[in-house]
């Protein structure tokens, strides 16, 4: 698990890429440090485990499936990319609850400034703007954001100088694809309201039984 809280800024080195699959390999320090094999460290929001590691950089596996399904099959040598490992028992959760998992790819449509603060409208796909809500967290290249609106089609984040200068959202321009990954509690309660076939439990929670007691 993650946090969303991006570490450093890491710079692809090299790119072997299969028939339907790639090995990436990234120049990293602080993400390093107690990092051993089979560890789990996110790539712009993407969870991949190091399959070997030494000389200030780091190698990963990256299946066919997440090829498919996010924007790292776009990614070419020295590009830069967030970095985040996996949070430890004992550390402080500075974001919200990121699995690591892309839903799907956006489109930033619109970058405009307000005073200090920058606007990034992203264009999105049905299916995930469906889990995206205002005032709600949303990850964007590995980078928990508050949702500041909603439309259709897209969202809206606005960031923080701070944001922009440690993560690789500040280099972003329109037409620019980024990873998305919506909140994970919001997919466990459609699961609750909605379930799928199979027996289901006598105190299943219903929409009426939520009315029922106010919510």
Same mark, same amino acid.
């Given at each position: 698990?993650? /946090?969303?809280?991006?570490?450093?800024?890491?710079?692809?080195?090299?790119?072997?890429? #299969?028939?339907?699959? %790639?090995?990436?390999?990234?120049?990293?320090?602080?993400?390093?440090e107690?990092?051993?094999?089979g560890?789990?460290?996110?790539?712009? &929001?993407?969870c991949?485990t190091?399959?070997?590691?030494?000389?200030?950089?780091f190698?990963?596996?990256?299946?066919?499936?997440?090829? =498919?399904?996010?924007?790292?099959?776009?990614?070419?040598?020295?590009?830069?990319? =967030?970095?985040?490992?996996?949070?430890? %028992? =004992?550390?402080?959760?500075?974001?919200? $609850?990121?699995?690591g998992? +892309?839903? &799907?790819?956006?489109? $930033? /449509?619109r970058?405009?400034?307000d !005073?200090?603060? +920058?606007w990034? /409208?992203?264009?999105?796909? @049905?299916?995930?703007?469906?889990?995206?809500?205002?005032?709600g967290?949303?990850?964007? !290249?590995?980078i928990?954001?508050t949702v500041?609106?909603? %439309?259709? &089609?897209?969202?809206?984040?606005?960031i923080?100088?701070?944001?922009?200068?440690?993560t690789?959202?500040?280099?972003?321009?329109? &037409? !620019?694809?980024? =990873?998305?990954?919506?909140?994970?509690?919001?997919?466990?309660?459609e699961?609750?309201?909605? @379930?799928? @076939? #199979? @027996?289901?439990?006598?105190?299943?929670?219903?929409?009426?039984?939520?009315?029922?007691?106010?919510?």
């Amino acid at each position: 698990m993650f /946090t969303g809280i991006i570490e450093e800024i890491g710079a692809v080195e090299r790119v072997q890429r #299969g028939a339907h699959s %790639a090995v990436l390999t990234v120049r990293a320090e602080m993400v390093l440090e107690g990092t051993r094999i089979g560890d789990s460290i996110a790539v712009n &929001g993407i969870c991949l485990t190091v399959t070997s590691l030494g000389g200030g950089r780091f190698s990963a596996d990256v299946m066919h499936e997440t090829l =498919n399904r996010s924007a790292l099959a776009g990614l070419s040598v020295g590009a830069r990319v =967030n970095l985040e490992r996996a949070m430890p %028992a =004992n550390g402080r959760f500075g974001g919200h $609850i990121v699995a690591g998992h +892309v839903d &799907g790819v956006g489109k $930033i /449509t619109r970058v405009r400034r307000d !005073d200090t603060a +920058v606007w990034y /409208t992203v264009e999105a796909p @049905p299916e995930v703007l469906r889990y995206v809500v205002e005032k709600g967290s949303i990850t964007i !290249d590995g980078i928990s954001l508050t949702v500041a609106a909603v %439309a259709e &089609g897209g969202f809206s984040v606005s960031i923080i100088p701070h944001t922009a200068a440690q993560t690789v959202l500040g280099e972003r321009r329109e &037409g !620019d694809l980024v =990873n998305l990954e919506t909140d994970i509690i919001g997919k466990y309660v459609e699961k609750l309201l909605s @379930p799928g @076939p #199979g @027996p289901k439990a006598g105190g299943a929670i219903t929409r009426e039984f939520l009315t029922r007691y106010g919510f």
